[in-house]
């Protein structure tokens, strides 16, 4: 054999070697696959965007990867709200955490989901320049701010703010801006303050360019802002499956609450593994304080969601009213087993 043809079948090999270990350690073969499963045994999708409210969904997905029954879902993770929304409304996301006025106003215009659980409580705050000219909301006039959607949670608690401080509507310009986007608009000046969840606030803070207005309790005690929506469909065929989900949120929300050494474990693996995030950011929006961000009691209550509603009507973004008993389904949240120690820590140290 050539010196030639030798060198040109290393090189194939070489690439075959690179391209074989490329696509074992970056391709999610469980995805992949699961299409090909039988219908009965496939793994739902579920939809998450990085921040806090949402961290449920990857500590039960690393935990439940290094469990005996392996995975129980899969989670595919977006950048903003507009994408899990059309996401949701093509059926290609069987579940999804999204805003909860979101949920209410696909449920009202038809979109067969129901509202499972919540994501967390607390966790969005209104962030403004460190030094800027914003020293008390009523500065806020004539102003700009980033909101994560006119569907959100975020977008209603300002609405509160403006009552009480005596702000008429259109007198604060808001702009729909992807999560991830909104500290270095701020920071760059193209927007005067945000109002987002959990790590964003952190993230402004620690780069030394933003301070907190006040955090979202201030003005709406036992604030909610994620939740979790599940297909009907799925609800109908499936309801083991969703179960299951929501027993694993509902365990991975007691287990963060567990204290500090739990959080600092969440920080390190969800950053690193899951929303490309540095784990010390994580940290700081979980830990300063503890109470910052908390994970339960995380059941749909009919006062949260009638009171979210009817900011709604009131703010223009939803032209009925709809009952709770539409666009929730309970069942879920009162048969998680959210008491039922899991073994979380054994998990973790068997990731280690």
């Given amino acids: 054999m050539s010196l030639k043809r030798r060198i040109l079948l290393g090189v194939l090999a070489w690439l075959v070697v690179i391209s074989a270990m490329h696509a074992y350690l970056n391709v999610n073969w469980s995805a992949v696959l699961n ?22 969904c990857p500590v039960t997905d690393y935990i439940s990867k290094l469990s005996q029954h392996g995975e129980i879902f899969l989670p595919r993770l977006f950048q903003g709200f507009p994408e899990i929304k059309e996401a949701l409304i093509s059926g290609k996301m069987q579940a999804a955490f999204i805003v909860a006025p979101m949920a209410i106003a696909l449920r009202a215009q038809g979109v067969p989901i129901k509202v499972v659980y919540l994501g967390h409580r607390y966790g969005s705050a209104v962030v403004v320049k460190k030094n800027g000219p914003i020293k008390s909301f009523a500065d806020m006039r004539g102003r700009t701010m980033a909101i994560p959607s006119r569907f959100s949670d ?19 310009k808001m702009v729909e801006m992807a999560p991830p986007d909104v500290s270095g608009a701020l920071a760059a000046g193209a927007i005067d303050a945000f109002v987002m969840g959990e790590p964003f606030p952190s993230q402004a803070e620690l780069g030394g360019y933003g301070r907190i207005l006040f955090q979202a309790r201030e003005y709406w005690p036992d604030y909610m802002s994620c939740i979790l929506v599940v297909q009907q469909e799925l609800i109908d065929k ?73 900011l709604m009507m009131e703010t223009g973004v939803l032209n009925k009213k709809i009952e709770f008993g539409e666009y929730t389904d309970t069942r879920f949240s009162d048969g998680a087993i959210s008491q039922t120690a899991w073994k979380y820590e054994a998990g973790i140290a068997a990731a280690r």
């Fill in 238 to 310: 499936r309801p083991e499956v969703v179960q299951a989900l929501v027993d694993g949120i509902a365990r991975s929300g007691l287990w963060l609450d567990k204290g500090k050494p739990h959080r600092d474990e969440a920080a390190d693996f969800v950053g690193r593994f899951y929303y490309n995030q540095k784990p010390a950011l994580l940290r700081w929006a979980l830990t300063h304080p503890l109470d910052r961000v908390m994970y339960t009691p995380l059941a749909p209550r009919k006062a949260d969601f009638d009171m979210v509603r009817d």
């Fill in 154 to 172: 975020e977008r209603l608690l300002v609405f509160r703010a403006m009552k009480i401080w005596g702000i008429k509507p259109g007198e604060i």
């Fill in 35 to 56: 299409d090909y499963r039988p219908p009965q045994s496939r793994k739902i999708t579920v939809a998450y965007i990085p921040v806090t409210c949402q961290l449920t």
